[in-house]
């Protein structure tokens, strides 16, 4: 049993490696495919097709680079090196931000029941969180209106010491998940 522990550590930090290896090698073409786009840009501003053309390229390499950030911020969970830097930030605003680097053409509404308060929290953390809730939400609930709703919970509701939680819903029209997965849906690479 302790060499079987032993094999799978091993298997987990090689697999943590080839995770953080491959993602800092998936960074550098981005860089210069974004670098490209810059020039191209200039090149295609007098076509109306090419403009669109270039601008879907760049969501979707912004896309990929939130896939790769990901991927590493997975590897530094599962190492314990992650570093949250808190500072100020409206959460409204951050989650306006991510709607329009989402680029999706549908109803989207943010229902700010904090009144556009201030709070502090590590901003990296939560764009990862509203991208991946609003990427998921556009892809699993093909229409209807996507809702924010953006609550600060603080000492008037039980918090001690008067800190405030901040809950953040991302409310859809899909489908939803069936009662039976729910258990399983922070599991890894986990698909309803």
Do not use: C
């Not at 590493?72 to 992650?82: N, P």
């Not at 209807?144 to 709703?149: E, F, H, K, P, S």
């Amino acid at each position: 049993a302790a060499e079987r522990a032993a094999r799978l550590d091993r298997l987990n930090q090689l697999q943590r490696q080839f995770l953080r290896s491959m993602s800092h090698n998936l960074k550098t073409p981005l860089a210069t495919i974004g670098l490209a786009l810059d020039d191209l840009e200039d090149a295609v501003r007098e076509s109306p097709h090419l403009a669109h053309r270039a601008q879907a390229i760049r969501t979707e390499a912004a896309r990929l680079g939130r896939l790769v950030e990901q991927v590493l911020t997975l590897s530094r969970i599962e190492a314990g090196t992650v570093d949250l830097v808190a500072g100020p930030l409206v959460p409204a605003e951050v989650a306006a931000a991510i709607w329009r680097e989402l680029d999706v053409d549908r109803a989207f509404r943010i229902d700010d029941r904090s009144g556009r308060r201030t709070v502090v929290a590590d901003r990296r953390a939560l764009e990862q969180i509203l991208w991946n809730l609003l990427d998921n939400a556009v892809r699993y609930a093909p229409s209807g209106t996507i809702d924010v709703r953006i609550e600060l919970l603080d000492a008037a509701s039980g918090r001690p010491g008067g800190e405030a939680e901040l809950e953040i819903s991302v409310l859809d029209k899909g489908p939803g998940v069936p009662p039976g997965e729910r258990g399983r849906i922070f599991h890894r690479f986990t698909r309803g």
